[in-house]
């Protein structure tokens, strides 16, 4: 039976969990990874801004390289294993063509995904990524299947 | 490889170069999380005989003439767990326990709050508190994440005021957005650390206030909320302006923590 309510994560968090939750998010250049291990129904999802922690500030959740690995944590605590999950990417669009800097950091984020999903040995079964487009998108825990509406520019902003 | 376009030799290197910022990064993650570990079980270690001493304070029986000596032992409790605070939540963001939760609450009552248990500094160097409170309605927020900021740049404005100084607080909110003004008087205003100041231990520079911490744990907390915070001097008057935006629409959800407005339907969606 799926819930009702809908999980929402922001840039900088992560949601895991081995209910049949729904999470969702909005994203343009940022990129959110959904994992999903059907053997025992364990998924979730994360929404980073940036690909690299540059180690100036603190250590958080908004850096692909620190958000990715803490999500495959997360989700090994809960009972999946790395060989059985299976990944979703999404996001990464380039938003503002004025600049160059902001395109870099869609791509950037998309390679970091799927650099790090390989060093784990996790299969990407699915992605929609790049493009112009802000993306909206809601994790089924149920069945691991991920729904994706593309968004509005100003929907989005800078996410 | 004469076949390749630009864009393909810039993707190329593109794709070179962030395999070697990873694996940098990777390198420098390692030497990290030791000490992130580390931050962590210190923190609760110190956490818990400190909630224990916090607790028993208020029942000792004072002596005549014991006051001043009691008084003492309060502040250094006080002043410690609020360090012990701070290095908890630097744990917490940094192991990524951090979410962000939402609460209707009085903005004014956590400013109160935070104004409590900074009392000892504020009599010791008489700091002349000015609280200008603009926000009417009550207003949806992480209450916990609102304390810490607002303790944190109150604290530091109060750590850099001079004595009989004044330290101005200003509430307000504007299309949708709430502003925080603290406003302090300061002697000696570094305008050559302002790209630093949110960088953590940067106060080293200046190591006879507090950790160094403060700051950058007030503005990972402003962007997790999706904020900001930004630093100006002025006339030897610091000023430091927190914006958050506001989500009227959570207000008639009751703070019951669903974004579910933010979607219109998925009915028309691609699966994947």
Not at chain 1, 10 to 15: A, C, E, R
Not at chain 1, 22 to 45: E, N, Q
Not at chain 2, 35 to 59: E, V
Not at chain 2, 250 to 271: R, T
Request: a negative charge.
């Amino acid at each position: 039976m799926i819930k009702t309510g809908s999980n929402f994560i922001h840039v900088g968090q992560i949601h895991v969990d081995t209910e049949p939750i729904l999470i969702s998010t909005v994203l343009g250049s940022c990129v959110a990874v959904c994992l999903y291990d059907k053997r025992v129904c364990v998924g979730g999802m994360n929404h980073y801004l940036l690909p690299f922690w540059n180690g100036n500030g603190l250590q958080s959740l908004k850096f692909g390289n620190i958000s990715i690995p803490k999500l495959i944590e997360s989700m090994i605590d809960k009972g999946a294993k790395s060989n059985t999950m299976e990944a979703k990417i999404f996001g990464g669009a380039s938003i503002n063509f004025s600049s160059c800097q902001t395109m870099m950091v869609g791509e950037k984020n998309i390679l970091v995904a799927r650099e790090i999903l390989n060093d784990y040995k996790i299969k990407i079964v699915a992605e929609d990524v790049g493009g112009n487009s802000g993306r909206k998108i809601q994790l089924n825990l149920e069945q691991g299947k991920v729904l994706l509406k593309y968004t509005a520019k100003s929907n989005f902003g800078d996410m | 490889m004469q076949n390749l376009s630009k864009i393909e030799i810039l993707e190329n290197e593109v794709e070179f170069l962030s395999k070697k910022i990873l694996e940098l990064n990777k390198k420098l993650i390692d030497s990290d999380k030791a000490k992130t570990l580390f931050l962590s079980l210190i923190a609760n270690k110190l956490n818990d005989p400190m909630t224990a001493i916090l607790g028993m304070l208020p029942h000792l029986k004072i002596q005549n003439g014991n006051e001043k000596i009691f008084s003492t032992i309060c502040q250094e409790a006080s002043d410690l767990d609020f360090k012990i605070q701070n290095l908890i939540t630097v744990a917490e963001i940094e192991s990524g326990n951090m979410n962000n939760t939402h609460a209707l609450l009085e903005i004014k009552k956590i400013i109160d709050e935070a104004l409590e248990s900074l009392k000892y500094i504020i009599k010791d160097k008489n700091i002349e508190i000015n609280v200008e409170n603009l926000v009417e309605k009550k207003i949806v927020t992480d209450p916990k994440k609102i304390y810490i900021i607002t303790k944190n740049l109150i604290s530091n404005a109060c750590m850099h005021c001079p004595q009989n100084g004044v330290v101005d607080i200003i509430l307000s909110t504007e299309k949708s957005i709430l502003t925080l003004l603290i406003k302090n008087e300061s002697s000696e205003p570094k305008l050559k650390e302002i790209p630093k100041i949110f960088t953590r231990f940067s106060e080293k520079i200046d190591s006879r206030h507090g950790l160094g911490i403060g700051l950058s744990i007030v503005r990972e907390l402003c962007e997790s909320l999706g904020g900001s915070v930004e630093y100006d001097i002025d006339n030897n008057f610091v000023t430091f302006k927190v914006k958050l935006p506001l989500d009227e629409a959570m207000q008639d959800f009751q703070a019951c923590g669903s974004n579910e407005f933010l979607f219109d339907s998925f009915d028309d969606a691609i699966e994947l």
